[in-house]
């Protein structure tokens, strides 16, 4: 189901859900505050480490589509967003003013295998399919969320996608094959981004940790607001086995559970995270985060709890805003509110 943003206006604002009231918010992922909170990040794209980091001056690199748009008039904020997911690569033109997609959210299947080399390919066609759809991303930053450990430039890690990424700089493959630079980044440290920045989790401070559930789990720890990258979180040992071969989205399909058994074994995964980490916060995005009606009476979290609000596109999101902010572009203090429809 493809979504798309809309703008409602800023100045109307729905109130952060209360975690005081319940431990769970599972407020309708409709509207939200824009970037009103503290600065998250300035002069490092809110990355703790050497992450995504790694171009991160004012100039750019050359290409100038942090600060200047495609047609050489003012400041844009347009940036490009991919996220690579183990079954659908979506990518669109992001607004990073406002967090919202001003394109198509266009989305091809996973190629099997997952190469990079056939991944590029498929990005270079839903790219091609963007600008046919009008809107030019020729000079924008763009940037791809991938499901691993992202270390300059590199995947080092591949528990959902094909083990060929290990051997090559996967930067260098989508630059060869889309004739642009494209900054790589986790796919959850990239829907982290988002969530903080335009989700649940603007202006929270303390530990934040997003996880995503989907074909894998994905982890994104934010600390007052900049994120540690890196912290695969779905890797837990659980049951004496790679946690999210147990309890990702993926999983529950493959062993058949319904969603009150898969959420009886999510919420004893949960427990092992609040006791390691004590979040302050854990939002929950993925696939799963659109069916909260059928699980979220059966968890039982021993801290605050919040489902995402970019639903599908947070990965987009955010890895726009990585690739840009690399490139030294930063929101303004306020992005106003938005609404996220799901349509179709
Ligand atoms: C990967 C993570 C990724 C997660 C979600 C895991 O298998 O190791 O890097 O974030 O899946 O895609």
Redesign the pocket.
């Known amino acids: 189901m493809d979504e798309t943003v809309r703008d409602v206006g800023a100045g109307f604002a729905t109130p952060a859900s209360n975690p005081a009231a319940s431990n769970v918010g599972v407020g309708a992922p409709v509207a939200w505050h824009g970037s009103n909170g503290p600065d998250q990040g300035t002069g490092s794209n809110g990355v703790l480490g050497d992450h995504a980091g790694n171009g991160a001056s004012a100039a750019g690199d050359g290409a100038g589509g942090a600060t200047v748009d495609g047609s050489g008039g003012g400041p844009s904020s347009l940036a490009v967003g991919i996220d690579v ?2 079954t659908g690569v979506k990518a669109a033109v992001v607004d990073l003013a406002t967090g919202t997609l001003v394109s198509p959210r266009i989305r091809e299947k996973t190629p099997v295998p997952s190469s990079p080399e056939a991944i590029a390919d498929t990005i270079a066609h839903i790219i091609e399919r963007i600008e046919a759809s009008g809107r030019d991303t020729q000079g924008l930053p763009s940037g791809a ?6 270390k300059e430039g590199w995947l080092r ?5 094909d083990k060929s990424w290990l051997a090559t700089r996967a930067e260098d493959v989508l630059e060869r094959h889309l004739s642009r630079h494209v900054l790589i980044i ?4 990239a829907a982290g981004l988002a969530e903080m920045r335009y989700g649940a989790g603007v202006g929270r401070k303390g530990v934040v940790l997003m996880l ?1 559930i ?7 720890l934010f600390v007052d607001g900049r994120l540690v990258p ?1 912290t ?1 979180l ?2 837990l040992e659980f049951h004496r086995r790679d946690a ?1 071969t147990l309890v ?1 989205g993926a999983a529950r399909e493959r062993r058949k559970l319904g969603w009150k058994a898969w959420a009886r074994e999510f919420d004893k995964y949960l427990d092992r995270v609040y006791r390691y980490l004590s979040p302050d916060l854990i939002i929950l995005g ?1 696939g799963v985060s659109k069916e909260t009606k059928q699980y979220m009476q059966y968890l039982t979290p021993r801290g605050p709890l919040e489902v995402a609000r970019l639903l599908n596109a947070a990965g987009i999101v955010g890895a726009a805003l990585a690739a840009a902010e690399a490139q030294g572009y930063r929101p303004p203090e306020s992005a106003g509110v938005r609404e996220i429809v799901a349509a179709g």
């Open positions: 997911g183990g969320g991938l499901p691993g450990v992202v890690t591949a528990a959902n996608i986790n796919d959850a440290d995503t989907g074909t894998g789990i994905g982890s994104a890196n695969e779905g890797h999210e990702s993925g």
